[in-house]
């Protein structure tokens, strides 16, 4: 199970930082990842961050956000910064176990004025 947590009300150029809390040990998943979904869009990879470590973003956030981890906490971070009204949806936690089963957290909304 996956707890997110962290969404909220900003203006342009401010920060946020989701967190992605599991109820297991996050050593289990091969891949954990933030997703977003904008009102009218499909849902998209925003980040993600695999058991080795290695990171990767969509084009839009590269050098605004960055993935991080915290295996005693079982969390998964997503700090966002120079936030611009298109990073406006609700943002999703994913992970994907060995056998690429995928399991998702709840929304949290992540609303950004300009």
């Known amino acids: 199970q996956l707890q997110a947590s962290g969404g909220g009300s900003v203006q342009a150029g401010g920060s946020l930082r989701l967190s992605c809390a599991a109820s297991?040990?996050?050593?289990?998943?091969?891949?954990m990842g933030w997703y977003r979904q904008a009102p009218g869009k499909q849902r998209e990879l925003v980040a993600a961050?695999?058991?080795?470590?290695?990171?990767n973003y969509a084009d839009s956030v590269k050098g605004r956000f960055t993935i991080s981890r915290d295996n005693a906490k079982n969390t998964v971070y997503l700090e966002m910064n120079s936030l611009k009204a298109e990073d406006t949806a609700v943002y999703y936690c994913?992970?994907?176990?060995?056998?690429?089963?995928?399991?998702w957290g709840q929304g949290t909304l992540v609303t950004v004025s300009s």
């Open positions: 297991e040990r996050i050593l289990n998943f091969i891949r």
């Open positions: 994913n992970a994907l176990r060995v056998n690429y089963a995928g399991i």
């Open positions: 961050i695999v058991l080795a470590g290695g990171t």
